[in-house]
């Protein structure tokens, strides 16, 4: 389901990230079934990039590339305060992941589909590299 771009605009950065998370999230798991090992391995390596850490990296392979409008939608989320503290990583990290979050979410909503790929493809390039 894809929504006009004006009306997604409109969402709190809070709810595009909770849309962002399962779409980067999906898209880990779906790449990590293509090299067909044990689920508990899946599990780790899954929790490694859908992580704070695992984003703040993402963003530095993608951030150079990216539009305006997208460093704005990333800005607008990793400028938003959840009023939630980290586990196991700096608020920094933190609010850098939500922003990350924060794009994807935006531009699977409105259905930019070849561009989240795009950029996920780009970071799986490195990420997979590490398996």
Partial sequence: MYY????VKLLSPSTLSFVGD????LLV?????EINRPSGELHSASVRFVSATGQVRAFE?????????????????????TGRTPKNASGGDYHIATGVETLFG???????ENRVNELFTLIWEDFSATI
């Fill in 29 to 33: 798991r779906e790449r990590l079934a």
């Fill in 61 to 81: 392979i993608i951030k150079d590339i990216l539009t305006e409008d997208e460093i704005a939608i990333f800005k607008r989320g990793r400028n938003f305060h």
């Fill in 22 to 25: 399962a779409v980067f999230g």
């Fill in 106 to 112: 935006y531009l699977h909503l409105i259905g930019e």
């Fill in 4 to 7: 006009d771009k004006a009306k």
